[in-house]
C-alpha cells in the first residue's frame, strides 16, 4: 500500500481563517483528471443523482476527568454498547495519545459525582487495548452525562478548543457520534438548495462514528448505524437508472455497503456494522464519494480504493500533499468521481 506524505493540517475550522464554511478547497479526481475549485461550486460537479449524507450529529464526547492519584486527564467516550456499557479511550494527561498503562478495575472519577470503571479491553476483553468497555455508578446514559459536562474531542493539530456548534454538520439531527463526520462539515444551506436545484436529492443515513483511530494498521470498530427504506430505495433506483451514488463520506460508504447484498441491491437495515472495505469486498453501491483528507492509515485507503481504484486515490493524495491542501477535519475536501 501506498504510504503518502503529510501535508499542512488545519489547525481551526475555515470560519476562524477568514473562509466561508463552503470556501474551503475542493480537489474533483475523475479518470480523465483532476480540477481543483471550492466546495461552493460542488453541485456543478454533480449530475442527477442520489447523494448520500450522514445525519449523525456530534455529541461532546470529551470528558475531563479524575484518576486515583489525583491526575486529571481527558476521557473520550467512543460509544454505548447494547446492554449500556461505555467504550472509551483514557488519554495522556497532555492528551498526546492513549493511556495504556491503566489496568481492568481502574476507576476513573468523573464530573457529576459519577464512578466509571474500566472492565476489560474492547473489542478484544483478552488483550490490552486503547479502548476499554467501562461501566458507569451510578448507571446514567452517556449522552446525558455528555451534554452536561462533556466538550468536544480534539486532537494536538487543533490550535484551541473548538465550540460545539463549529463540529456539527448543518443537516444533523441524530445526537450519536463522538467525532464529526467531517466529509459534510462544508455544506451550506446554499449548496443544498443549488444541489436540489439541480435534481440532486439528498438523503440520509445514519451512521454514529466512534474515537478516530491513531493506529496504523487497526480495523475501525463496530459502528451503530441505519439505512431507512427511503434512501435504499432511492439508492437502487438511481443505480437501475445507471446514475452516480455519491456518499459524503467514509461512515456514508460504510453504512451503505454495509446494507448493500450481493446481488447488489440495498435493503432497509439497522444494527451493528465492522465491516472493511478492500480487494476482497469492493463497493457494490458506492459510485461516487466525497471525503476530506485524513492520515492515510490501511482501513481508510482500502475503504478510498474500494470505491475509487488504487490509481486514482494515489494520484489524488500525491496531488493534494504537493498542492498543500489541509487536513483533518476542518481542512479540504476531494470528490471522487471514478
Known amino acids: 500500500m ?3 506524505a503529510m501535508g499542512a493540517e ?6 476562524r481563517r477568514g473562509l466561508a464554511r463552503d ?3 475542493l480537489m474533483a479526481v ?3 483528471g483532476i480540477t481543483e475549485t471550492t466546495f461552493r461550486d460542488l453541485p456543478e460537479l454533480l449530475e442527477p443523482g442520489d447523494l448520500v449524507v450522514n445525519t449523525s450529529a456530534t455529541l461532546p464526547a470529551r470528558l475531563d476527568v479524575r484518576r486515583a492519584d489525583g491526575i486529571r486527564a481527558p476521557l473520550h467516550v467512543s460509544t454505548t454498547l447494547d446492554d449500556g456499557d461505555w467504550v472509551v479511550e483514557l488519554r495522556r494527561p497532555d492528551n498526546d495519545g492513549p493511556d495504556r498503562g491503566v489496568e481492568p478495575g481502574t476507576v476513573l472519577d468523573l464530573p457529576g459525582g459519577v464512578r466509571l470503571r474500566l472492565l476489560e479491553g474492547f473489542p478484544d476483553p483478552a488483550r490490552a487495548s486503547r479502548l476499554w468497555r467501562a461501566r458507569p ?3 446514567v446514559p452517556a449522552a446525558e452525562l455528555l451534554r452536561r459536562h462533556g466538550t468536544p474531542i480534539r486532537y ?3 490550535g484551541a478548543a473548538v465550540p460545539l456548534a463549529d463540529a456539527q454538520n448543518v443537516y444533523a439531527t441524530e445526537p450519536g457520534s463522538a467525532e464529526n463526520a467531517s466529509a459534510g462539515r462544508p455544506f451550506t444551506d446554499r449548496v443544498l438548495v443549488r444541489l436540489m436545484a439541480r435534481g440532486v436529492p439528498v438523503v440520509p443515513v445514519v451512521l454514529h462514528a466512534g474515537v478516530s483511530s491513531p493506529e496504523l494498521h487497526e480495523p475501525p470498530m463496530a459502528e451503530r448505524y441505519r439505512v431507512p427504506e427511503v434512501t435504499a430505495r432511492l439508492v437502487d433506483a438511481t443505480r437501475e437508472a445507471g446514475r452516480r451514488v455519491v456518499a459524503v463520506g467514509t461512515t456514508v460508504t460504510r453504512a451503505l455497503e454495509t446494507a448493500t447484498g450481493e446481488d447488489g441491491v440495498t435493503r432497509p437495515a439497522a444494527g451493528w456494522t465492522d465491516l472493511v ?3 476482497d469486498r469492493p463497493a457494490r453501491a458506492v459510485t461516487g464519494l466525497l471525503t476530506g483528507l485524513h492520515a492515510p492509515d490501511a482501513s481508510h485507503l482500502l475503504l478510498l480504493e474500494a470505491v475509487a481504484g488504487r490509481e ?4 489524488a493524495y500525491a496531488r493534494a500533499a504537493a498542492s498543500g491542501y489541509l487536513w483533518h477535519e476542518f481542512g479540504d475536501t476531494m470528490l471522487f468521481l471514478p
Open 10 to 15: 488545519a489547525s481551526a475550522p475555515p470560519e
Open 156 to 158: 494536538g493539530h487543533l
Open 137 to 139: 455508578d451510578p448507571d
Open 23 to 25: 470556501g474551503v478547497r
Open 2 to 4: 501506498t504510504t503518502f
Open 277 to 279: 472495505l478492500g480487494p
Open 30 to 32: 475523475r479518470p480523465g
Open 312 to 315: 486514482l486515490v494515489d494520484e
